[in-house]
């Protein structure tokens, strides 16, 4: 397993759902298996999100076959002086569907949930769902205090999580709403859940 902290994460997929390879489990992973993986993958979504990517980055070649298969590319945009936004720019010059939030990807498959398979919305009900948090997410969020503004190396410091478990938690924690980046890869917390 590659990274080795991402092992909770792929037990927990493993338990409710599937992990899928092409390889034999335990396999090292090398240079070559990297591209293959990001092939199989573009090959079994809807859609493709880049978050952030240099442009010699592993996720342009995820983008690049989900493009080739006929899926929807979509781009975050970042900073423009950031080497590891460059990708992204790319992406959304050549056609890739800029995204701003969990909105631009859901109003492009609109088709997956029709009105009468869809629960009810928040403004219908008057009230938000609930938002399970996973641990990490959890520590992070705790991190993150009420009204503060915090770098993503001071939240890896202060949470004690690995660099791939804290940006992982962050994002989701960014599409539950919880949580939003400033400029300069900055987080600071939405409101709400104390």
Known sequence: ???????????????????????????PA????????????AGMTLGTVVVEANLTSGALITANFANEYGRQVFAVPGRIDSPRSKGCHDLIKKGAKLCEGIEDILSEFEYLFPASNRPASPS????????????????VLAVLGAGEE?????????????????????????????????????????????
């Not at 902290?5 to 759902?17: K, S, V």
């Not at 996973?134 to 520590?139: M, P, Q, R, T, V």
């Open 30 to 41: 090398d240079k070559q298996s990297f591209p293959i993986r990001n092939r199989i993958v």
């Open 1 to 27: 397993m590659f990274p080795p902290e991402n092992a909770e994460l792929f037990e927990r997929i493993a338990a409710n759902g599937a992990v899928i390879s092409q390889f034999p489990f335990n396999r």
């Open 124 to 139: 219908e009900t008057g009230t938000l769902p609930g938002l399970a948090l996973s641990d990490n997410e959890a520590k």
């Open 150 to 194: 915090r770098s993503v190396d001071e939240v890896i410091r202060a949470s004690g999580l690995p660099a791939s478990a804290v940006n992982v938690s962050l994002f989701s924690l960014e599409m539950k709403k919880l949580v939003r980046q400033l400029p300069g890869k900055i987080f600071t917390r939405n409101g709400g859940r104390e």
